[in-house]
């Protein structure tokens, strides 16, 4: 079956520079999430889309912008890159039918390592 | 607020050992509740879920049931292999206006001796 696609699978940058995190989601999934986790701790909750609209926002910092295109697929945008910044960065994908939200299935992951 | 607290690990146990990993949670109205694993260098993968009180989950042996009353979700297995040997996170998704984020504890490593 197919599963949520994270690209690049590793990226690394010096401090102030930006990247671009790419998420493509289980096909006819509309809802999509992006998670942090920081090494030996619990992934932590960055922003959420459905139907290409905000859903909902956790601890993004303003340096960090996201948005899901036409075809549902995100990207997490982030400028002014700290080290602070290095992490794995998850995105996740579910789907909405009847007003309920289905578990969500993550992908494998971007290790951002900011230098 | 929302949050999941799960019990320290990591937990070593020998295989074919009984598991016990410890979950317990703060929410508001009705969460859904999940167990996710995460082996080395990989994703997070759902393990199992609840969505309701008294319900159980189940998935390869492990199980955990939805206690309302104890607002616990404990993951157990009877019989533990090698091959279990992973990082365990607990979580929640809220109830009323829910859009779906997960809160997540701060997971339980598990090391399972031959």
């Known amino acids: 079956a197919a599963g949520v696609i994270q690209s690049p699978r590793h990226l690394i940058k010096e401090k102030r520079e930006t990247a671009t995190l790419k998420c493509y989601p289980i096909?006819?999934?509309?809802?999509v999430y992006w998670y942090q986790q920081g090494p030996g701790q619990d992934p932590q909750f960055l922003i959420s889309?459905?139907?290409?609209?905000?859903?909902d926002k956790g601890s993004i910092p303003d340096r960090f912008s996201a948005q899901q295109f036409s075809d549902y697929h995100s990207e997490l945008n982030m400028s002014s890159l700290e080290l602070g910044d290095s992490a794995l960065y998850f995105c996740?994908?579910?789907?909405?039918?009847?007003?309920?939200?289905?578990?969500?299935?993550f992908g494998p992951g971007t290790r951002l390592t900011v230098t | 607020g929302n949050s999941v607290t799960q019990m320290e690990g990591p937990v070593t146990l020998s295989e074919e050992a009984f598991l016990t990993i410890n979950c317990t949670y703060t929410?508001?109205?009705?969460?859904?509740l999940f167990w996710y694993v995460q082996y080395p260098g990989e994703g997070l993968q759902l393990l199992l879920k609840?969505?309701?009180?008294?319900d159980k989950g189940s998935n390869k042996g492990f199980e955990a049931t939805y206690r309302k009353e104890t607002t616990s979700f404990h993951l157990e297995k009877g019989s533990v292999q090698v091959s279990d040997s992973a990082v365990y996170f607990c979580?929640?998704?809220?109830?009323?206006?829910?859009?779906?984020?997960?809160?997540f504890g701060q997971g339980t490593t598990l090391q399972v001796k031959p």
């Open positions: 609840a969505t309701k009180a008294d």
């Open positions: 096909p006819r999934h509309d809802t």
């Open positions: 979580a929640l998704s809220t109830g009323s206006g829910n859009t779906g984020k997960l809160i």
């Open positions: 929410a508001t109205g009705y969460p859904s």
């Open positions: 996740a994908s579910s789907f909405r039918k009847g007003g309920q939200i289905y578990e969500q299935y």
């Open positions: 889309f459905y139907e290409k609209m905000q859903s």
